[in-house]
Every structure is written in structure tokens, then in C-alpha cells.
């Protein structure tokens, strides 16, 4: 069943959702091992997972939530998303298969950038940890394109700052 289907309705999600948000639903669990998204086969509401997160525990550390993008997200231009504008900028692997994923029916990401969001996806983290500059750019709705695609050049140069961890996002 899909997170459209379990919520009853065909609005448009954000894989990048806010916990908080009454339909959100978990879209994931980041792994322990390398941090990328696994996941889940169905959508879990948000509301019945969070109360068993440990108090000690940001939930979106651990875990990645949908919910449903809203006109006032400060990721929103007009009717496209600028979050996974930026995210299309970051290095993805290729030869990655496209994991498998409930929201896609009703993904902006999918709609906006198609496979290019989805390749990038499960290594992205709702939280950004000190240290990500990366991840900072890409989740702040003030960098442009030119900022993100110097901090790549920069990068290129410096090879193992460009091993970066998850890449950090933001929540509408």
C-alpha cells in the first residue's frame, strides 16, 4: 500500500518531511552501518513510532519521515522544490539501483527530478551534524546553485573532504 493510499488522498509528499506533521508517515531507518535510508516496505504513521524513540534520541537522526509539502515550506519556489534542486547537485553513484520506496507515486522529488532524486536519496540525513559543510549548503534554502557547485570544485581538490558523509537535508 502506498503512503497515498494509507492517508487517503493524492497530494504531493516530501520525502524530507517534517515528523511533526499530523499525516507523516516513516519513510525509513538510517542504517548504522553507513548511515544511508533503508527503506520500509510500508508506511508506518509517524505518530505511532515517535513515542517509542528514545527521549534522548533526535527521531530524524535515525529516521526519515514523508509528509506532505506544504506552500509555505521554505524550500518552495512557485511550485518546485528547491531542496532537491540543490540535492541533484550533489554526487551520486550511478550504477546505483534505484531503491525500492512507497512514495514515489506521490514524490516531488520523483515529479521534479525523477532519478536523479531517487539515486540520491537514501544517503541523505534530515539532521546536519557539525562538520557537514556540504550537507549545510544543501539545507539551506539561501545557497544558489553557483555556491554548491563551488564547494565541489573545491572539493575535487581535496579528496577526502569530498568522502563525505549522509549529505544533510532540511524539512519543510
Known amino acids: ?3 497515498a493510499e494509507r492517508s487517503g488522498t493524492s497530494r504531493t509528499w516530501c520525502p524530507s518531511g517534517s515528523p511533526a506533521a499530523p499525516e507523516a508517515v516513516v519513510l525509513g531507518v538510517r542504517s548504522g552501518q553507513d548511515g544511508e535510508v533503508v527503506y ?16 534522548d534520541v533526535e527521531p530524524t537522526r535515525v529516521l526519515r519521515f ?8 521554505l524550500h518552495r519556489r512557485g511550485n518546485d522544490c528547491t531542496l532537491v534542486e540543490r540535492v541533484a547537485v550533489t554526487p551520486a553513484d550511478e550504477n546505483r539501483n ?4 512507497h512514495l514515489r507515486a ?3 522529488w520523483w515529479a521534479q527530478v525523477g532519478v536523479d532524486g531517487c539515486r540520491r536519496c537514501p544517503a541523505l540525513a534530515t539532521t546536519v551534524v557539525e562538520g557537514d559543510d ?19 570544485a573545491r ?18
Open 1 to 3: 500500500m502506498s503512503t
Open 40 to 55: 520500509l516496505a510500508d508506511p508506518v504513521p509517524a505518530r505511532d513510532v515517535l513515542p517509542v524513540v528514545p527521549k
Open 66 to 73: 514523508a509528509s506532505h509539502c506544504v506552500s509555505d515550506c
Open 98 to 101: 534505484v531503491p525500492r520506496c
Open 106 to 108: 506521490h514524490c516531488k
Open 134 to 152: 556540504l550537507g549545510a549548503l544543501v539545507a539551506d534554502p539561501r545557497t544558489t546553485r553557483e555556491q554548491l557547485d563551488a564547494w565541489m
Open 155 to 172: 572539493a575535487e581538490t581535496d579528496a577526502p573532504r569530498a568522502a563525505a558523509s549522509p549529505v544533510a537535508l532540511g524539512t519543510a
